[in-house]
């Protein structure tokens, strides 16, 4: 039975049920990232349509970097609401990716322009491990 109920691009259950049992499908159409290597850096460009440079926080937390947004329609939308249909998505959200704890704010640059945030993250080398260092007796 566990193998009638799939996820993948909505299963056999409909799409009402399929959020009901298994979260907001919709959560992985928003911030989609491409991440490509460089050589000496990471460059990561996420989808950020009509969000606006003061609407997007970037954290960086335990080798964590979490990008905040929130998509807002404009308030001419909001008094015509004579739409059809919606399927974009308004409201706030976050996805984090993982860099490593050695990577800082100075490792990363940031850059918005035509509705796509465009990171340039620094490659860095974990910190070299010490070795243990015997001293010798005399």
């Known amino acids: 039975m566990n193998n ?32 490509k290597d460089e050589g000496d850096h990471y460059l990561m460009k996420i989808d950020l349509p009509e969000v606006k440079k003061e609407n997007i926080k970037l954290t960086l937390e335990d080798g964590y970097l979490i990008v905040s947004a929130k998509f807002d329609y404009n308030n001419e939308d909001k008094e015509k609401n004579n739409y059809i249909r919606r399927e974009r998505h308004y409201g706030n959200c976050s996805r984090s990716y993982y860099l490593g704890e050695d990577v800082t704010e100075e490792d990363i640059k940031a850059k918005l322009q035509d509705g796509v945030l465009t990171l340039n993250v620094k490659k860095v080398d974990p910190k070299a491990k010490e070795t243990k260092k015997f001293i010798s007796i005399e």
């Not at 799409?15 to 907001?24: I, K, Q, V």
């Open 4 to 35: 009638m109920i799939k996820n993948d691009n909505y299963g056999i259950l409909d799409p009402l049920f399929d959020e009901l049992f298994f979260g907001n499908k919709n959560k992985h159409e928003v911030m989609k990232t491409d991440i």
